[in-house]
């Protein structure tokens, strides 16, 4: 069993989770303004990745450089990781791969703890991308736990690219946002992007 093979009934199932999918989480959550790169990218690129239409050019030409960007507003002083392999429990089924991750540690050669927001990417249906996504925040809830650097919350996001929902999850509780986001609001996208890593980011 991988991430992938998880629902949302099932991975609430598997670890006794309480799921909250009522609140507007983000509401309060300042607008941050894209770089000029960024901004240049998504004129050109958002009309390419939907004419082309396949999961792979979304995640290529509109979710990585927007990944990017996030890490550029930190001065490059957390890691991003693409594709990467992200084994905890095998037994439990937290393993495979991660579209997306982010850690607040700088180290870029490995994954390291603390692991602070993972984004999955889905071709057209978000709600399916749930369960997988929980199931890697509980993967990274335990690594870090285990690398001593436990954080209370942790981040999550399923998008096709165009669209984004928001979630996190506190010890057995996950706050799913009731909103979803368009790429034309990239201002408040990268605004509740970059609340995994406040302090070192304030609005």
Not at 32 to 40: F, I, M, Y
């Amino acid at each position: 069993m991988v991430y992938s093979d998880f629902t949302l009934p099932k991975v609430q199932k598997s670890f006794n989770l309480t799921l909250d999918e009522t609140g507007n989480l983000f509401a309060d959550v300042k607008p941050v303004s894209p770089s000029e790169t960024l901004k240049a990218i998504l004129s050109d690129y958002i009309p390419l990745a939907t004419s082309i239409g396949t999961e792979k050019a979304r995640s290529e030409f509109l979710i990585a450089p927007v990944l990017a960007d996030v890490r550029k507003l930190l001065n490059n002083q957390i890691s991003l990781f693409s594709g990467n392999e992200f084994n905890v429990d095998p037994r439990k089924g937290l393993q495979g791969f991660c579209d997306y991750i982010f850690s607040m540690s700088k180290e870029q050669l490995f994954i390291s703890a603390p692991v602070m927001f993972v984004v999955e990417a889905k071709k057209e249906d978000i709600n399916s991308g749930f369960g997988q996504c929980v199931a890697a925040m509980i993967a990274a809830q335990l690594f870090n736990q285990a690398q001593g650097s436990e954080k209370e919350r942790i981040y999550g996001s399923v998008t096709t690219g165009t669209n984004w929902r928001f979630l996190f999850i506190e010890g057995t509780t996950v706050y799913i946002d009731s909103v979803e986001y368009y790429i034309k609001e990239i201002d408040k996208i990268l605004g509740i992007l970059l609340q995994a890593f406040k302090p070192m980011y304030e609005d």
